[in-house]
């Protein structure tokens, strides 16, 4: 049971933002890589650390 919950709060999730669009996504680091927009292929940068609900 220990292990379980240890390995859950390994990983964060987090909203993504494109700098140019200001399309958004969400993502769980450090698991996932940094996404590329889709439609002007730039490198997303973080735009909060979703904590809710957690503790």
Request: hydrophobic share 35%; proline share 7%; charged share 40%.
């Amino acid at each position: 049971m220990e292990r379980v919950l240890k390995d859950r709060y390994k990983r964060e999730f987090v909203e993504v933002v494109c700098p140019i669009c200001r399309k958004t996504q969400i993502i769980a680091v450090p698991e996932e890589p940094m996404p590329k927009c889709d439609k002007c292929k730039r490198e997303m940068v973080i735009k909060e650390v979703l904590t809710e609900g957690k503790y």
